[in-house]
């Protein structure tokens, strides 16, 4: 059975700091997305990772993946308010349905 | 952009009736979702469907659980006797066939089942 980790579930950054959220999961997979949930809305599609190695950048945000890990980042520079949203990681499974992880609900302070 | 479409946006019902949610696809899209996510809790997968058929689903799919694409361009949930657990956000998605493409997510239905 595929199982997603995220850690943490819970992050409070200050504005202007870093930091980077983690998604593990336990079976192969070449496919894992992240999306952006804010209160009370739809999952917005941020990024789609394919292969080992891919890293993608918007803006303040970039992914990356590691297969061979079985782990992908979500590397947040310089945080800012608008930021705050809780952000979940998916893998892929090979039926096409996505998995996801338990989201980070992220609060940028000022 | 296009997008996927769902209404209602939110829906109350009494325990026991039968509710309908309904999702519009993106047009050119081929494979369709269905999935949940209760407050506060993580997204979760409930059926696939392709090519007019069920691909997949989950054991949260039971036999109360429903889908259909009657038309070519609806897809619609049927949850036959919902219970007080059903309460949940329902979001609809879609993708296209080529690698890597996104999977859509519809902006939900919000059922609350008293």
């Known amino acids: 059975e595929l199982k997603v980790e995220q850690n943490p579930l819970f992050l409070s950054m200050q504005e202007g700091k870093n930091y980077t959220i983690y998604c593990n999961y336990s079976t192969t997979s070449d496919r894992l997305y992240w999306y952006r949930q804010d209160p009370g809305k739809s999952l917005e599609s941020l990024f789609v990772?394919?292969?080992?190695?891919a890293v993608k950048q918007e803006g303040r945000l970039m992914a990356s993946l590691d297969t061979k890990a079985r782990l992908s980042t979500l590397h947040i520079t310089a945080a800012v308010h608008d930021l705050s949203a809780t952000y979940f990681c998916?893998?892929?499974?090979?039926?096409?349905?996505?998995?996801f992880g338990k989201g980070t609900k992220l609060s940028v302070k000022p | 952009e296009p997008e996927v479409t769902q209404t209602p946006s939110h829906q109350v019902t009494q325990m026991g009736q039968e509710v309908i949610l309904r999702c519009v696809p993106i047009s050119n899209h081929l494979y369709f979702y269905w999935y949940r996510q209760i407050l506060g809790q993580k997204v979760e997968f409930l059926v696939s469907?392709?090519?007019?058929?069920?691909?997949?689903k989950s054991e949260i799919f039971d036999d109360q659980f429903s889908v259909e694409r009657p038309d070519g361009s609806n897809f619609t949930l049927k949850i036959r006797s919902t219970k007080l657990e059903d309460s949940a956000m329902y979001f609809c998605?879609?993708?296209?066939?080529?690698?890597?493409?996104?999977?859509?997510f519809g902006s939900g239905t919000q059922l609350s089942v008293l």
């Open positions: 469907f392709y090519n007019n058929e069920i691909s997949e």
């Open positions: 990772l394919l292969s080992n190695g």
């Open positions: 998916a893998v892929q499974r090979s039926q096409g349905n996505l998995i």
């Open positions: 998605a879609s993708r296209g066939d080529r690698r890597g493409e996104k999977l859509f």
